[in-house]
């Protein structure tokens, strides 16, 4: 068990080592860049870039920790299912509006989000397809395995 969970607390760090301190790291560069008087669109996710790490990191170490066992699969599912609401929520439903002085730009990102849905629903597919499989080689395991009869 200690194995497990030194291994998990390992891959999440360097997960969110991957996932939010470096994207972090080039918001504030990126910023820090701008030129004077343009908007600053990218202060909205920010935060959500942390929300996001969060999510990642907290089933990837759940799952880690229960590798082995059915509930493995079942966070894996629930990662899954997480990630579709929070995309939908984070691209604000596939509508992107900035203003700019008198211009406002509006960009509709539905096609970007339907695909970045179809790969999450791809996820969530796979993981159930895994847990299929588990509990199927798990009932393999406990049937009698038949002799051989000499005749």
Known sequence: ??????????KGALWFVFLYVLPSLLF????SRL???APN????FEPLLGVF???VVSFMVASEITSGTIFQHVFNIGKALILMVFIVYALRGGIF???FQNINI?????IWLVMLLTVDLLALAKSVLQAIN????????????PSPKEY
Do not use: W
């Open 35 to 37: 030129p004077e008087g």
């Open 97 to 99: 509006a900035m203003d």
């Open 134 to 145: 588990f509990l199927s080689e798990k009932a393999e395991e406990q049937l009698p395995t």
């Open 106 to 110: 509006l960009a509709d990102l539905t």
């Open 1 to 10: 068990m200690f194995p497990k969970v030194v291994k998990a607390v390992v």
């Open 53 to 55: 790490g969060i999510i």
């Open 41 to 44: 669109t990218l202060s909205d």
């Open 28 to 31: 504030s560069i990126l910023v």
